[in-house]
């Protein structure tokens, strides 16, 4: 391609909404143009290097075993009403009406429609194991679209989904799947870790997660130095801390007025009490059910980790009116005493389980006690009691007795157990061998495209510009004329072209009649890897300069060489991302 034909629209200024490096390069290099919120428009640089992630991941899937299939954007919202997801995704989920007065969704996922096929076509254990996979676009309408593609309401995703008839099956196609994700971001490029992370609402058993660890990520990830445990945030599990003993004996409890005071904050300052020395009790509806979560004070209550102990409930806070039927009292004043006889289920984190004594809500408008002793005053068992893991992991916590260490990521793949879930709502069964009617078990697994090329981008770039690496760049490499007006250059510049042209190199060829300054510039913001540029100087001694985007040193080639070495360079970075078979 020549330069000079190509619409690369570069920029000097970015709007004010972008926040990250790799949303304002994009912008500048001309690989994007936002549309609306959340929505963009990929121009030709941009489109070329999702193309190229596109066929990695096409390819490495394919390797495994997987089929790559089409489905449909638009769903009829009856299957995700089977599910009970059309109340999970909530507004996330867009859907609209069609002429003929039926509800649809525009998928920001399609286990749904997945298992929807499979109840229709597979009803034998011989047909099994199956692994399906599309790379589509999805919509979710994000509460907060932003860093530009890494969170936007439009984008590429490929997801796979594998069905299975027993235990053993699944767990060896996620490990395929697993290895088949370390494969895939290494050839992008991408350095990454995987961590353990939770199923939430997706449901299942287990899940994994690719991050790629940098400033601007909004996920945290979670791990002990010595590298033996690392989770994301919603998983990350905390050793119990250990129990408090109080020096005195704790006096009995005592109620305290505290008018409109309800908050932790204005409670603390009101008794001047620590935070850590209050216990927070949180009523929330699951599925029918109301209960109640206890943490500490300073803590932050998980709800991942609640949603699982509750067995993948969907869980979200009580309305005023059930909280004060359950406490007696108005929001802000509900305490662990007797809550476990008006509630289905209590909840208790480790940490209040290890508190000598705490202050809390009276389950009494305006009261609040102090001196509340776990065990004493309120039950740690029972039959609707349970002590648990259930707050956000924070500095200073340990698992297994290690340090525990935060990291800030971008979620760029996820991998999951799904187990049952879809396959009985849907009725996605087969016989097994002795005739035996069973819900296929299934796995699903998916990457963010955009989010490939983004965070690349964000790990990958200096003050200048973007540093590609090679397998996801737009082009290998560029060729930069420096003087176009001088017929000797043009013609050797455009030879070297040629030459790598013709033996299948992906080369831009900058021909446009400006300055070498304004090229040069160009090139370090575009981020092509490798650069060769032909000038009047060095090509009186027969040399033309040979240089990498991400190495400041270039090196003066001979003319005749100059296509070979290019390609052999070429080759010396696409070896660095190649994977082993
Ligand atoms: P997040 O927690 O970041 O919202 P998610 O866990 O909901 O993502 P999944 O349902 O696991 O996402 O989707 C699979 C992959 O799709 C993610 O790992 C991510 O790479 C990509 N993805 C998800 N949401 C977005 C988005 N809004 N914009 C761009 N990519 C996304
Ligand atoms: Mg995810």
Same mark, same amino acid.
């Given at each position: 391609?020549?330069?000079?034909?190509?619409?690369?629209?570069?920029?000097?200024?970015?709007?004010?909404?972008?926040?990250?490096?790799?949303?304002?390069?994009?912008?500048?290099?001309?690989?994007?143009?936002?549309?609306?919120?959340?929505?963009?428009?990929?121009?030709?640089?941009?489109?070329?290097?999702?193309?190229?992630?596109?066929?990695?991941?096409?390819?490495?899937?394919?390797?495994?075993?997987?089929?790559?299939?089409?489905?449909?954007?638009?769903?009829?919202?009856?299957?995700?009403?089977?599910?009970?997801?059309?109340?999970?995704?909530?507004?996330?989920?867009?859907?609209?009406?069609?002429?003929?007065?039926?509800?649809?969704?525009?998928?920001?996922?399609?286990?749904?429609?997945?298992?929807?096929?499979?109840?229709?076509?597979?009803?034998?254990?011989?047909?099994?194991?199956?692994?399906?996979?599309?790379?589509?676009?999805?919509?979710?309408?994000?509460?907060?679209?932003?860093?530009?593609?890494?969170?936007?309401?439009?984008?590429?995703?490929?997801?796979?989904?594998?069905?299975?008839?027993?235990?053993?099956?699944?767990?060896?196609?996620?490990?395929?799947?697993?290895?088949?994700?370390?494969?895939?971001?290494?050839?992008?490029?991408?350095?990454?870790?995987?961590?353990?992370?939770?199923?939430?609402?997706?449901?299942?058993?287990?899940?994994?997660?690719?991050?790629?660890?940098?400033?601007?990520?909004?996920?945290?990830?979670?791990?002990?130095?010595?590298?033996?445990?690392?989770?994301?945030?919603?998983?990350?599990?905390?050793?119990?801390?250990?129990?408090?003993?109080?020096?005195?004996?704790?006096?009995?409890?005592?109620?305290?007025?505290?008018?409109?005071?309800?908050?932790?904050?204005?409670?603390?300052?009101?008794?001047?009490?620590?935070?850590?020395?209050?216990?927070?009790?949180?009523?929330?509806?699951?599925?029918?059910?109301?209960?109640?979560?206890?943490?500490?004070?300073?803590?932050?209550?998980?709800?991942?980790?609640?949603?699982?102990?509750?067995?993948?409930?969907?869980?979200?806070?009580?309305?005023?009116?059930?909280?004060?039927?359950?406490?007696?009292?108005?929001?802000?004043?509900?305490?662990?005493?007797?809550?476990?006889?008006?509630?289905?289920?209590?909840?208790?984190?480790?940490?209040?389980?290890?508190?000598?004594?705490?202050?809390?809500?009276?389950?009494?408008?305006?009261?609040?006690?102090?001196?509340?002793?776990?065990?004493?005053?309120?039950?740690?068992? @029972?039959?609707?009691?349970?002590? !648990? &893991?259930?707050?956000?992991?924070?500095?200073?916590? %340990?698992?297994?007795? =290690?340090? $525990?260490?935060?990291?800030?990521?971008?979620?760029?793949?996820?991998?999951?157990?799904?187990?049952?879930?879809?396959?009985?709502?849907?009725?996605?069964?087969?016989?097994?061998?002795?005739?035996?009617?069973?819900?296929?078990?299934?796995?699903?697994?998916?990457?963010?495209?955009?989010?490939?090329?983004?965070?690349?981008?964000?790990?990958?770039?200096?003050?200048?510009?973007?540093?590609?690496?090679?397998?996801?760049?737009?082009?290998?490499?560029?060729?930069?004329?420096?003087?176009?007006?001088?017929?000797?250059?043009?013609?050797?510049?455009?030879?070297?072209?040629?030459?790598?042209?013709?033996?299948?190199?992906?080369?831009?060829?900058?021909?446009?009649?400006?300055?070498? @300054?304004?090229?040069?510039?160009? !090139? &370090?913001?575009?981020?092509?890897?490798?650069?060769? %540029?032909?000038?009047? =100087?060095? $090509?009186?001694?027969?040399?033309?300069?040979?240089?990498?985007?991400?190495?400041?040193?270039?090196?003066?080639?001979?003319?005749?060489?100059?296509?070979?070495?290019?390609?052999?360079?070429?080759?010396?970075?696409?070896?660095?991302?190649?994977?082993?078979?």
């Amino acid at each position: 391609m020549r330069y000079s034909r190509m619409f690369i629209p570069t920029v000097k200024e970015v709007p004010a909404d972008a926040e990250t490096a790799s949303h304002k390069l994009m912008i500048r290099a001309g690989l994007i143009r936002k549309l609306a919120s959340g929505t963009y428009i990929y121009l030709p640089l941009g489109w070329r290097s999702l193309l190229k992630i596109i066929a990695v991941v096409r390819e490495e899937m394919d390797k495994a075993g997987a089929q790559e299939i089409l489905m449909p954007a638009v769903q009829p919202i009856e299957l995700w009403q089977k599910t009970g997801r059309d109340v999970d995704y909530g507004p996330t989920m867009a859907r609209f009406t069609d002429r003929h007065g039926r509800e649809n969704v525009l998928a920001p996922t399609a286990e749904e429609v997945v298992t929807y096929l499979a109840a229709g076509e597979i009803n034998s254990y011989k047909q099994l194991p199956i692994n399906l996979y599309q790379i589509t676009t999805k919509f979710r309408d994000e509460f907060r679209p932003r860093f530009g593609p890494i969170r936007s309401r439009e984008f590429i995703m490929k997801d796979a989904y594998s069905f299975h008839d027993d235990d053993e099956s699944l767990d060896q196609t996620y490990k395929i799947m697993y290895d088949t994700y370390c494969k895939i971001f290494k050839r992008c490029g991408l350095n990454y870790v995987s961590v353990e992370a939770e199923s939430g609402q997706m449901g299942g058993s287990g899940s994994h997660q690719f991050t790629v660890p940098c400033q601007s990520g909004e996920d945290t990830i979670v791990y002990t130095e010595d590298g033996s445990y690392a989770a994301n945030l919603e998983r990350a599990n905390v050793d119990p801390l250990p129990k408090e003993k109080s020096n005195a004996e704790i006096p009995p409890v005592q109620e305290v007025h505290t008018p409109n005071i309800g908050s932790i904050e204005a409670v603390c300052a009101f008794l001047k009490t620590r935070q850590k020395d209050m216990i927070k009790t949180l009523v929330y509806a699951a599925d029918g059910e109301v209960i109640a979560a206890i943490v500490r004070g300073d803590h932050e209550l998980n709800l991942e980790k609640l949603t699982q102990i509750l067995g993948g409930k969907h869980i979200e806070l009580a309305d005023e009116l059930t909280i004060e039927k359950v406490t007696g009292a108005r929001v802000g004043f509900a305490g662990p005493m007797g809550i476990a006889d008006k509630v289905s289920k209590v909840i208790i984190d480790h940490a209040v389980a290890a508190m000598p004594a705490g202050v809390t809500g009276a389950n009494k408008t305006d009261y609040h006690v102090k001196n509340v002793v776990p065990c004493r005053d309120f039950p740690l068992e @029972g039959e609707n009691v349970i002590v !648990a &893991d259930i707050r956000y992991a924070r500095q200073g916590d %340990t698992h297994n007795g =290690k340090i $525990l260490l935060f990291k800030k990521g971008i979620e760029v793949g996820q991998v999951f157990k799904l187990g049952t879930k879809y396959s009985e709502k849907l009725g996605a069964k087969f016989l097994d061998e002795n005739g035996t009617e069973k819900p296929c078990l299934m796995g699903c697994y998916g990457i963010g495209i955009n989010r490939i090329l983004a965070s690349a981008i964000e790990i990958s770039h200096d003050k200048n510009g973007v540093i590609f690496p090679v397998t996801i760049a737009p082009f290998e490499v560029l060729v930069t004329c420096v003087n176009q007006d001088d017929e000797e250059v043009a013609k050797a510049a455009e030879n070297i072209y040629r030459q790598l042209l013709d033996r299948g190199v992906d080369v831009l060829l900058d021909d446009r009649p400006l300055r070498g @300054g304004v090229k040069f510039k160009d !090139a &370090d913001l575009l981020g092509i890897p490798v650069r060769v %540029t032909v000038g009047k =100087k060095s $090509l009186a001694k027969g040399n033309v300069e040979i240089k990498l985007r991400a190495e400041p040193k270039s090196k003066k080639i001979s003319i005749e060489n100059a296509a070979d070495e290019t390609i052999e360079l070429v080759n010396s970075l696409k070896q660095k991302l190649k994977t082993k078979n």
